[in-house]
């Protein structure tokens, strides 16, 4: 499966985004997709992340109440919408998809085996 992340740009702290991953090459069904971001000169940390058919969702503690994952099975894609940007959620965005995830790895990068090229979120404080 190829994913496609965008929706990245600009925006002023305060302001919302909202992420999108497309998936190509088989339905996503199955999986799980996770969101992660890399900020500058910091390691690749997870985010969020919905397990597609039972529409569950997870996240960081630094994004609950603000990040929202959802998903819409028709268009093979999955949102990440994000409000109350904050000058610390610059960062590259990516997407990643696993088949298999159990919970207790869910925020693990290994544990996800289809990756997108990320997209730059830059908050403007």
């Known amino acids: 499966v190829q994913l496609q992340a965008f929706g990245g740009g600009l925006v002023q702290a305060g302001g919302s985004l909202r992420l999108s991953c497309v998936a190509s090459g088989r339905t996503f069904d199955s999986y799980t997709v996770g969101w992660f971001r890399q900020a500058p000169g910091k390691e690749r940390d997870f985010v969020a992340a919905i397990k597609f058919r039972s529409r569950h969702t997870y996240s960081v503690e630094s994004v609950k109440g603000r990040f929202t994952a959802t998903r819409d099975n028709a268009k093979n894609a999955v949102y990440l919408q994000m409000n109350s940007l904050r000058p610390d959620d610059t960062a590259v965005y990516y997407c990643?998809?696993?088949?298999?995830?159990?919970?207790?790895?869910?925020?693990?990068?290994?544990?996800?085996?289809?990756w997108g090229q990320g997209t730059l979120v830059t908050v403007s404080s």
């Open positions: 990643a998809a696993s088949s298999s995830v159990i919970q207790s790895a869910i925020a693990s990068q290994t544990a996800y085996g289809y």
